[in-house]
C-alpha cells in the first residue's frame, strides 16, 4: 500500500509561486507515474501535471503549461509541483497522485491512478 503526502501548499498573492512536495511510502517509487491533480471550489477535480516513472517525460494541463514544472526525485520517493506566477484561478486543493506504471507514458486521467494524497490547500489572493 502507497501513501502519499502532500505540503507546501498555503496563501500566496497573485504573481507569487510555491513548491508542493509529494512524500511517497510504502511501494517502490521510481516505478511509479506520478500526477498533480487541482479541485477548484464547485468544481470537479482536473489534471494540472504528470510526469513518468524516471522523470524523463512530463505532461501539462494548458492552463499551466509554461507556468507550473513537475518534477521528482527518486532517491528521496519525493515528487514537486512548483507553480510560478500564480493566478487567483489557480486557488484549489492540490492532490497528488500514483500508479505503478514502469513507462514513459504520462497519465492525464483520474481513473488511470490508484493511489491518491488527501491534498494541500493552495489560495491566491489577487
Known amino acids: 500500500q502507497v501513501q502519499l503526502v502532500e505540503s507546501g501548499g498555503g496563501l500566496v498573492q497573485a504573481g507569487g509561486s510555491l513548491r508542493l512536495s509529494c512524500a511517497a511510502s510504502?511501494?517502490?517509487?521510481?516505478?511509479?507515474?506520478m500526477g498533480w491533480f487541482r479541485q477548484a471550489p464547485g468544481k470537479e477535480r482536473e489534471f494540472a501535471a504528470g510526469?513518468?516513472?524516471?522523470?524523463?517525460?512530463?505532461s501539462y494541463a494548458d492552463s499551466v503549461k509554461g507556468r507550473f514544472t513537475i518534477s521528482r526525485d527518486n532517491a528521496k520517493n519525493t515528487v514537486y509541483l512548483t507553480m510560478n506566477s500564480l493566478k487567483p484561478e489557480d486557488t484549489a486543493v492540490y492532490y497528488c497522485?500514483?500508479?505503478?506504471?514502469?513507462?514513459?507514458?504520462?497519465?492525464?486521467?483520474?481513473?488511470?491512478?490508484?493511489?491518491w494524497g488527501q491534498g494541500t490547500q493552495v489560495t491566491v489572493s489577487s
Open positions: 510526469i513518468s516513472w524516471s522523470g524523463g517525460s512530463t
Open positions: 510504502g511501494g517502490t517509487f521510481n516505478s511509479y507515474a
Open positions: 497522485a500514483a500508479k505503478h506504471f514502469p513507462t514513459e507514458e504520462i497519465l492525464t486521467r483520474e481513473y488511470q491512478y490508484r493511489y
